[in-house]
């Protein structure tokens, strides 16, 4: 760790990431991202105070200290979501930090965050999302690769499951049983149904599937076996849109948007569709009901004779 810290700061810094892996569970992007955030705050700590912060230090954080901060987070372009991550992250460090010390952390956790305008989902319209599996179907080289294609996408749009979630799946999964238990974000682990189509795709996609489905093993491969990459999906799903005019916005999160949605379209409840993606905060499924309304109020323009 090339930043300057005093040894106590520096292991501080280090047993405060390993608490995060280890006792709150978060993913391995999630430590890293939590670690980018902190160290470029502590980075900008030694400059500002012109030398290597310690604990006593941190401690005696003022509230002018966290302003000139943020002003230069901005000054040097970065936005108002990624500003308010950064010090979501802080808070976090702090809050740690303060339980651990035993001091005063009130002028980091009272610190108000930048005000932002989160971004609504972009979900597929249900037409679309059938049009992209058939399209990716299409264009794959080989019958089994087509058929895997397939498989993870109808599990991406008929399950709600993240692209790392449906790429998580093992030879122990196969066949797929009536309901999967998913390890998602921060460890939280969910239940959930898989539905026929889905089922039958990933059992059409095994039968031609040259690798063996082993036990350990990735379920779904690449053309030399191994482990299917994320980045080959999108790229499929790239190539696919282009094909068919749809936005950029059809990406594999955009099936699991479009499987909240129409849930939400069906009369799905809430607390159900947030069961069901593994969301911590109802807050982040209520999005839906914006993106819904938006819909609703686009054919009621569209389509209502006095509009």
């Given at each position: 760790m090339s930043l300057s810290l005093t040894p106590a700061a520096r292991d501080a810094l280090q047993a405060w990431l390993s608490h995060l892996a280890a006792l709150d569970g978060a993913a391995r992007n999630t430590v890293?991202?939590?670690?980018?955030?902190?160290v470029g705050f502590l980075s900008f700590l030694a400059q500002h105070w012109g030398a290597a912060p310690g604990t006593?230090?941190?401690?005696?954080?003022?509230q002018a200290d966290l302003r000139?901060?943020?002003?230069a987070e901005r000054g040097r372009g970065v936005g108002a979501r990624s500003l308010a991550r950064a010090l979501s992250s802080v808070r976090s460090f702090y809050r740690w930090l303060s339980d651990r010390e035993g001091f005063d952390a009130t002028v980091v956790l009272g610190a108000r965050s930048p005000r932002f305008k989160r971004p609504l989902p972009r979900p597929l319209a249900e037409d679309a999302a059938r049009a992209m599996i058939g399209m990716v179907e299409d264009q794959a080289r080989e019958p089994w690769t087509a058929a895997r294609d397939v498989a993870v996408l109808t599990l991406l749009w008929g399950c709600g499951l993240r692209i790392s979630e449906a790429l998580g799946l093992t030879g122990a999964d196969a066949p797929l049983p009536p309901v999967l238990r998913i390890l998602g974000k921060g460890g939280r682990e969910r239940i959930v149904p898989v539905l026929p189509a889905a089922r039958d795709a990933v059992a059409e996609y095994l039968r031609l599937c040259p690798h063996p489905a082993a036990h350990g093993a990735p379920l779904f491969r690449g053309v030399r076996g191994g482990a299917l990459n994320a980045r080959q999906v999108a790229r499929a799903m790239e190539l696919a849109r282009m094909s068919l005019g749809l936005p950029a916005t059809a990406t594999p999160h955009a099936l699991r948007h479009s499987f909240a949605t129409h849930l939400l379209a069906a009369g799905g409840d809430l607390r159900s569709i947030q069961e069901l993606l593994g969301h911590a905060s109802l807050s982040t499924t209520q999005a839906y009901t914006a993106v819904d309304s938006t819909r609703l109020m686009e054919v009621y323009a569209a389509a209502h004779p006095r509009a």
């Open positions: 890293t991202a939590y670690r980018t955030d902190v006593a230090a941190l401690a005696a954080i003022t000139a901060w943020m002003a």
